[in-house]
């Protein structure tokens, strides 16, 4: 049984040892060609690969979001930390100074000095959280410039305002102390 047709054509003397070998090699040859042939490429393999990158891809956008909260937070607490050391409010403070936080009207005790010097843009208002401090204007900037999650009204003094031509009140001065 062991005996293969090859063996057996050889034994009858059908074929000569050459050609038997020749048939070996073109075997060998054939089945080493279809061994590294590209087979069409499994469904299954390519839609696994597919959906590992697809995780991969969410988990680094899920660590950058993460690590940009991080940055944020370190941040925010870093100028919460400057603004409490280089706050001016002055407790017995008699004077309200008015400003617009997210579209509500807010106010802040300052002194008659502290009120010049913010309509001047010496002295800006910082929002940390729901308190609001008075800091140098050199500080508000840093602020504003290096994220948005604080709060920060600086007077820019661009405030004047402009009667309009048909305004019938326009002759009218408005006293300088009027307070509303």
């Known amino acids: 049984m062991g005996n293969s047709l090859q063996d057996q054509l050889l034994k009858a003397g059908l074929v000569k040892e050459g050609d038997a070998r020749k048939a070996r090699a073109g075997k060998r040859r054939q089945r080493k060609r279809a061994g590294n042939k590209r087979t069409e490429p499994n469904p299954e393999i390519s839609l696994a690969a597919a959906e590992m ?3 991969r891809e969410a988990d680094r956008e899920r660590n950058q979001k993460i690590e940009e909260k991080r940055q944020r937070k370190a941040l925010y607490q870093r100028f919460s930390k400057q603004v409490e050391e280089a706050k001016l409010n002055v407790d017995d403070a008699e ?6 936080r997210r579209k509500r009207v807010k106010s802040i005790y300052v002194t008659t000095e ?3 010097a913010l309509n001047e ?4 208002v910082v929002g940390v959280g729901p308190r609001h401090y008075l800091v140098p204007v050199e500080l508000a900037s840093e602020i504003r410039s290096q994220t948005d999650n604080i709060f920060v ?3 820019d003094g661009t405030a004047t305002a402009v009667p309009a ?3 019938p009140y326009a002759a009218y001065a408005v006293p300088d102390d009027l307070r509303w």
């Open 53 to 55: 990158a697809r995780k």
């Open 95 to 100: 004077n309200a100074y008015y400003f617009e």
């Open 114 to 116: 502290q009120q010049g």
């Open 121 to 124: 843009g010496k002295l800006a």
């Open 153 to 155: 009204h600086i007077e």
């Open 165 to 167: 031509e048909d305004d």
